[in-house]
């Protein structure tokens, strides 16, 4: 009975020593993803989040084709200033972790990387793509960015000339080569083979100090994005803040064509609110909207002035290119793509040539209310027109007078043509007048 109540002891006083002795991992996916403002949180919500609950260590799924500078630093300074070890793994197989990935994945108490996956080219670009090697803000820039480079290779007993070259020259790596140059610490095929080769691994963190890694039978948690993350993502992100543009001035079109609708505007203000919040994330381009606005301009001028589809068409290409140079993204992942731009230009385009159709079908139509509607309507006159009279039209007693010759009771006339409260009419048995 003693030995029994000793080893109930033992297992009440060993299980919680058990549960709290298994490792906890905060797992972060970034795969397929652009370094934004939006996407930054990934990272930096599951860094506070890891330190609020005391999780051991932090793993970034990494693949990613760049992004942004100003997201990039706020990404490494999380990093860096990080209490939880943080381990990238840059996979699966086929991933990448260019531009701004290559510093997130040095910026790493453990970098990582799958087999079939390559590493680099973060030299600084301008946002059209372009830039000339003597240019000094290019210089500035680049040099700024290798700075920081260095100092987080150097902190991390990395290769630093590998990888100030991946900023200068643009140099990348695969795999093999970043780990026979010193760029990364190992190679893992997966998740499983990662765990087992941080397993009492014994590393060193920014500030210098010595941590050994604990991975074996570590359960897993996640940061779950919140629908207000979720919204702010996919809203800033290029292919979606011009097609919201492209709604909200729909929207205003339609309502200054045919005041009175409200919907088309009410809709047509949803969406600029989102575009401008999108905006705030987002480099957008002041030629590119003014192009756009000028774009709506001509397809409005197409109402009023007859030019034979000459501004619809300019207005077609203001539209296009003012397409092209909405967002002035680093890379060709974070600039509205041409299979966005072409389609969305020519459907608003159509639509701005249908309201003008309707609009002159409108124009050109005949009267047919008020006074103006009583043109070509017949009647029959109640007092003799010699020449003038009454006559009965639409049940209505109007003054009448005959174009020619006299019209007796009962007779039926056709009005001519009205002017205040006197019609003009002729016998309904002759020819109407031209025009």
Not at 73 to 96: A, E, F, H, T, Y
Not at 181 to 209: N, P, T, Y
Not at 303 to 317: A, D, E, Q, Y
């Amino acid at each position: 009975m003693q030995r029994l109540l000793y080893v109930l002891l033992l297992l009440a006083i060993g299980s919680p020593c058990n549960e709290a002795a298994q490792p906890v991992i905060r797992l972060v996916d970034f795969e397929d993803v652009a370094v934004t403002g939006a996407t930054a949180n990934r990272i930096l919500g599951a860094i506070e989040a890891a330190e609020e609950q005391g999780n051991d260590l932090i793993l970034i799924e990494l693949d990613t084709p760049g992004g942004y500078s100003e997201a990039l630093q706020d990404i490494v300074k999380g990093m860096l200033g990080s209490d939880i070890p943080i381990v990238v793994w840059v996979g699966p197989s086929g991933s990448r972790a260019a531009s701004a990935g290559f510093f997130i994945m040095l910026a790493a108490d453990v970098a990582t990387m799958a087999p079939g996956t390559r590493c680099g080219a973060a030299a600084t670009i301008y946002s059209s793509g372009e830039g000339k090697e003597d240019d000094v803000l290019l210089k500035k820039a680049n040099n700024d960015m290798a700075a920081l480079l260095r100092s987080i290779a150097e902190h991390r007993g990395r290769n630093v000339e590998k990888a100030e070259a991946a900023v200068f020259a643009a140099d990348a790596y695969s795999e093999i080569e970043a780990l026979d140059e010193g760029l990364i610490e190992l190679v893992a095929k997966d998740r499983d083979d990662l765990l087992a080769q941080l397993q009492g691994m014994e590393i060193k963190r920014f500030d210098g100090e010595a941590v050994v890694l604990e991975t074996e039978g570590a359960s897993f948690v996640t940061t779950e994005s919140n629908f207000r993350q979720k919204l702010f993502e996919f809203l800033a992100t290029p292919a979606i803040a011009s097609i919201l543009l492209l709604l909200g001035m729909a929207g205003l079109y339609v309502e200054m064509s045919h005041p009175g609708l409200v919907f088309p505007a009410v809709v047509g203000a949803l969406c600029l609110i989102l575009f401008f919040f999108a905006a705030q994330q987002l480099p957008i381009s002041t030629i590119g909207v003014l192009l756009i606005v000028l774009a709506v301009v001509m397809f409005v001028l197409e109402i009023k002035v007859v030019s034979f589809g000459m501004l619809t068409l300019g207005g077609t290409v203001c539209l296009v290119i003012g397409l092209m140079m909405l967002v002035e993204g680093p890379i060709p992942e974070l600039r509205v793509p041409p299979a966005v731009v072409i389609p969305s230009a020519l459907i608003f385009a159509g639509l701005c040539a249908f309201v003008v159709r309707l609009v002159a079908k409108a124009q050109r139509s005949r009267v047919v209310t008020g006074v103006e509607g009583l043109a070509g309507t017949t009647g029959t006159v109640t007092e003799e027109l010699a020449p003038e009279g009454k006559v009965f039209v639409r049940g209505e007693l109007w003054n009448a007078t005959v174009t020619t010759g006299t019209v007796t009771v009962g007779a039926r006339v056709r009005v001519v043509r009205a002017d205040d409260l006197m019609l003009t009419v002729e016998p309904a048995d002759s020819r109407p007048e031209e025009g």
